[in-house]
């Protein structure tokens, strides 16, 4: 009977460890997670499921793993999965249990940075806007209604997760997550509030006993048991608060985020390489590229103010899911090598000899035999010779050499062969046809009872509760036929002071101009002359958004809109203040309200010729058209360019805000050797930062795909086109020394094969492409770069033919880059290398 009994508090005890997640098959030491008592180096790279389209995901991480990923990493969403309190929503973009069910079929593991702030240049860094409104709340910080529904939203996504057996002791993906966000500085600043909300989110992300580690990036105070982790562009300097806990990177800045009016960010991938292998030399274990995807901003989600709609973030995969190269050739051969180190690197700490001024060897012995090396150069000028273990290696300036049996280079951070891939925005062949446009009339909704009415200016976010950009601040001002301006011509001025972001200001229905804040003064001050008549004058202003900030604490106190004052200056009483006048104020536009963007909503209105509208350049006009989905299966994208500012929708489905703002910054050349930081390294100086919108393929028909958008200024939607994003000009350069890892196979830990090849120039189209033309091929010494090389002293006449045989009509080939294949050896005892660049080109149309 006893033993009965025992058998079934066992079976019980058993049963209660399982739906408890206690198995804890996902740990942590000093040198590494541990997955089911296995040490693992980890790859990562972060994905945002919201930024792209469900049918988008499986193909980006399939991307991910054959770039040599582990792990997915996604923030989760609080604004897109909860609009209004207790409304869910995990549907379509936010469908997250299906996107981590598609990282589980991939094989791959993930990190769950559930936040819920989660910055990430997301609107409100991803807090719901009605949480603003919550009585008594103070966000991130130690205040009870905040942590109740941050506790609450946790526990949701926790739940719904487990649900779904989606944690590693479950048998799913997730082996780790996070909670909070780069807390440290605000910590500090808020002190011992900070302190205790600090510990308090610690305590509470362990009690919803998920099974996996919990990290917290950026902040040094993180309380054990949980890791904190490193973000930033280089981490080899980051230590762990304890010296139990794994040396991780949440955050490895593949690139930079882009602003309306900015320049874009490039950070070279030798430099990326060089920090990666610098962080797991120095002991890191985990990597996570933030982002390895960084997509889209549908829709208004987009942070800011001034956040672009495209989050491509320079990341190894495109915003629209292409691959980029060379940096995503260049990483993966990087992951590959790194890989071969793992069986030392996760047994043994690095022994750190000198090898030079700025070199040094970081080599792991491990217990089991065998030893890895990293062999770095720091110096940012000059290569250098090396001696290691009784050979000479030669080291490019800025760089890392990985040796995974101490003898062989496999991989060195500097030395890119991987193929340079061109992308353009060709035309497609699709045309977008019957423009039509209605005007939001600025006096429409002056007296249908849909107004508010108030003494004094009133904050915009209060009102708007952000379901819209737009809010209108209307009131009228009486002049008197006696002013002097009127005999003088010494026009009165008009100052609206705003707190933020945009404002197009009419008087008597006439757009007089426009005033705009930045995204770091959010602030600013419309000041014009304004031509006002006899009698009344209708002063409208019409107050727009431009996505919520993302970064700070107390989001409570943030305020957006027009604060005032209101003055106009140059009457002959002097200053007029209309701060304190009487406002109406009307929530969002008229074609919102009908929901003029959609469908169904266009026969609300009487449409007429855009013709009419573009002579006049009418602000405030809706335009819609219709067209047919381009063949084939390039991503599709808007060509912008000649419109002003505003939104736009294809089927109802908003691609997001569109902003036609010329780059200002310096584009100077740039080097990937020397620390980067942003604004190293911009391209796009005086053009428009962002021409193009992305429209998913998977919101298309067929045919008569209705386009519909809202123009704030004016602007030609007649000239909108859209444009297929495809490879077109291909690059490689190979020099003769350049050995790439062919076979790639950790077959147990410990057991490794790898294989060298000679030196090849590989080429490769889209799947859909072929190689239609060598435009230049030199084997011997050229010169420059990809679009622009030319021969240099040494060259071989058979080079382009030799190209053309193996290569045109094929979508890839490789050549060798050896004497022989090339009939004879056109410069003895010269170092020659291989450069080429071809035409791809489709085969579908
Ligand atoms: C980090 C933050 C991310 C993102 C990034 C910049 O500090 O954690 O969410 O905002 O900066 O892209």
Redesign the pocket.
């Known amino acids: 009977m006893k033993t009965l009994l025992f058998f079934w508090v066992l079976m019980l005890m058993l049963v209660l460890n399982n739906t408890n997640l206690m198995q804890c098959s996902v740990s942590y030491d000093k040198k590494a997670l541990s997955i089911n008592g296995q040490r693992r180096i980890l790859i990562s790279g972060s994905i945002h499921y919201p930024r792209s389209t469900p049918d988008m995901w499986e193909d980006l991480i399939m991307k991910a793993k054959d770039g040599g990923v582990d792990v997915i990493d996604t923030y989760v969403f609080w604004n897109g999965h909860e609009p209004s309190p207790g409304n869910f929503n995990f549907e379509g973009r936010y469908d997250l249990v299906r996107f981590l069910k598609i990282v589980q079929k991939a094989g791959l593991y993930a990190h769950l940075r559930l936040g819920p702030y989660?910055?990430?240049?997301w609107n409100f860094g991803g807090f719901p806007v009605w949480l603003k409104y919550v009585p008594g709340i103070s966000f991130r910080t130690d205040n009870e209604p905040f942590k109740m529904a941050m506790q609450g939203f946790t526990e949701k996504i926790v739940n719904l997760l487990k649900g779904h057996d989606l944690f590693e002791p479950q048998g799913g993906p997730i082996i780790l997550s996070q909670v909070e966000?780069?807390y440290g500085k605000l910590r500090m600043k808020l002190g011992q509030e900070g302190y205790n909300y600090m510990n308090w989110a610690a305590h509470m992300a362990l009690s919803t006993q998920t099974g996996v580690p919990w990290t917290m990036?950026k902040d040094d105070k993180t309380p054990d048991p949980l890791i904190n982790t490193c973000?930033g562009f280089y981490c080899h300097q980051f230590t762990p608060n304890k010296p139990y806990k794994p040396k991780l990177w949440t955050?490895a800045?593949s690139g930079?985020?882009t602003e309306f009016g900015g320049s874009k960010t490039q950070r070279p991938v030798q430099d990326l390489a060089f920090a990666v292998a610098r962080f797991i030399q120095t002991g890191g274990s985990f990597v996570n590229y933030?982002m390895y995807h960084g997509g889209t901003n549908f829709g208004r989600t987009a942070g800011g103010p001034f956040i672009t709609t495209s989050y491509d973030y320079d990341a190894p995969l495109d915003e629209y899911g292409l691959i980029r190269q060379p940096k995503y050739g260049h990483l993966k051969q990087l992951h590959k090598a790194i890989k071969l180190c793992e069986p030392a690197l996760i047994s043994a700490d690095p022994i750190v000899t000198q090898l030079g001024d700025r070199q040094q060897a970081h080599v792991f012995y491990p217990e089991s035999g065998g030893c890895a090396a990293f062999l770095s150069n720091y110096d940012t000028d000059s290569g250098v010779r090396v001696l290691f273990n009784n050979k000479h290696y030669s080291l490019p300036p800025w760089s890392i050499s990985i040796l995974p049996d101490c003898r062989n280079v496999v991989f060195n951070t500097a030395k890119v062969g991987e193929q340079t891939s061109h992308m353009e925005m060709l035309p497609s062949n699709s045309q977008i046809l019957s423009w039509e446009s209605y005007n939001e009339d600025v006096s429409a909704l002056d007296n249908d009872g849909s107004t508010i009415t108030a003494v004094g200016l009133l904050e915009q976010l209060n009102l708007t509760r952000d379901r819209t950009d737009y809010l209108w601040y209307k009131t009228s001002v009486d002049i008197n036929p006696s002013e002097s301006f009127f005999s003088n011509g010494e026009l009165p001025t008009l100052i609206v002071g705003s707190a933020g972001h945009a404002v197009h200001v009419f008087v008597n229905g006439q757009l007089i101009g426009s005033g705009f804040g930045g995204r770091k003064s959010r602030r600013f001050t419309f000041s014009q002359k304004v031509n006002l008549q006899q009698g009344t004058n209708k002063i409208a202003l019409l107050s727009i958004s431009v996505g919520l900030q993302?970064v700070g604490g107390h989001f409570e106190s943030w305020n957006t809109g027009i604060l005032g004052p209101v003055v106009l200056h140059g009457l002959d009483q002097g200053k007029l203040d209309l701060s304190w006048e009487r406002w109406t104020y009307q929530i969002g536009l008229m074609g919102e309200t009908m929901n003029l963007a959609t469908p169904s909503g266009i026969s609300m209105v009487e449409w007429m010729d855009s013709k009419i509208a573009v002579r006049e350049q009418q602000p405030l006009m809706w335009h819609k058209a219709y067209f047919d989905a381009p063949q084939g299966n390039e991503p599709l994208a808007l060509d912008m360019e000649s419109m002003g500012k505003g939104q736009v929708w294809i089927n109802g489905e908003s691609i997001g805000r569109y902003w036609t703002n010329y780059a200002t910054g310096e584009c100077k050349g740039c080097s990937y050797t020397g620390r980067f930081e942003p604004p190293k390294c911009q391209v796009g100086c005086g053009k428009p930062t962002q021409r193009w919108y992305h429209v998913p393929r998977s919101w298309l028909k067929p045919s008569r795909n209705l386009i519909v958008l809202f123009e704030e200024i004016g602007g030609d939607p007649t000239k909108i086109s859209l444009v297929k994003r495809s490879m077109n000009t291909i690059c490689a350069q190979v020099s003769e020394t350049h050995r790439t890892i062919k076979s790639f196979q950790v077959e147990s830990y410990g057991d490794t094969v790898q294989e060298f090849y000679i030196p090849k120039v590989h080429l490769q189209c889209a799947p859909n492409q072929r190689i239609s033309a060598i435009t230049f091929a030199s084997f011997g010494t050229p010169v420059g770069t990809c679009g622009s090389f030319e021969k240099g002293d040494c060259h071989a006449s058979t080079s382009s033919a030799v190209l053309e045989k193996k290569c045109v009509g094929k979508q890839s080939c490789a050549v060798t880059v050896t004497n022989r294949n090339f009939g004879r050896d056109p410069c003895p005892n010269v170092l020659k290398q291989l450069s080429v660049q071809a035409l791809c080109a489709s085969i579908t149309n």
Do not use: G, K
């Open positions: 989660v910055c990430a240049e966000n780069e990036c973000n955050e800045w930079w985020f933030y993302n």
